[in-house]
């Protein structure tokens, strides 16, 4: 399962109607592919300029235009569905999860990408080796084990699945996990990622989708 079959099946079966992308890049890559009757999409077009996104803006700077409302949108709109796909470093991706849960709506979800690199290689925190571009997750994952580390009022899963998609929605307090891995060292993770990450399985997968 990709990206965007994850993010149609949430929004069929739940019935969605309003999707946001942060971090859109190029739109057939995911968002062209989103069928959603509301679809907005943000990115700064730093990697593709002709990026005919609705707010070519970095993600910090959308939100805060939104809580302004110098959008079209209402200061406290909510979305279903939000895809975090931007820049995948730890910092950057953990202020898009804070400002997604303040506008998801109660029974959506947020997906992001990159949650499981395969090496740490793909993990690493330079996008770019000597001028060279190679497969990049970042440091994506750190972001979202902080998430479930640490959130109370959040429920947290990935599926290994086009390098590891993972789900946020929102919960009542919940317990947290045990904190492993408290300097986030990638070997550390990789040793035991399905307990540490809590990976679920597909059956697992869609009662966490379906709010079950």
Known sequence: ????????????????????????????????????????????GIENPDNPVDYKVTSDVFFSMLESGDTEFEKDHKWD???????????????????SINHISDKGVIVMHDCLPPNSFYAREDYAINGEFYPWNG????????????????????????WGLGLIKKCKRRRLPKKNNPFYE???????????????????????????
């Open 139 to 162: 440091t994506t994952w750190k972001a979202y084990y902080k998430a479930l580390t640490e959130l109370s009022y959040v429920d947290v899963c990935v599926y290994n699945s086009d």
């Open 81 to 99: 569905v939000i895809f975090i796909d931007g820049l995948h470093l730890a910092d950057q991706v953990y202020k898009d999860i804070i400002n």
């Open 186 to 212: 990638y070997n550390v993770m990789a040793m035991d990622y399905v307990n540490e990450m809590n990976v679920v399985d597909h059956n697992n997968l869609i009662k966490f989708i379906t709010n079950g």
């Open 1 to 44: 399962m990709n990206r965007f079959d994850l993010i149609n099946e949430i929004i069929s079966i739940n019935g969605f109607d309003k999707y946001l992308e942060i971090g859109v890049f190029h739109p057939s890559i995911c968002f062209d592919k989103i069928v959603c009757d509301k679809k907005t999409g943000v990115d700064p």
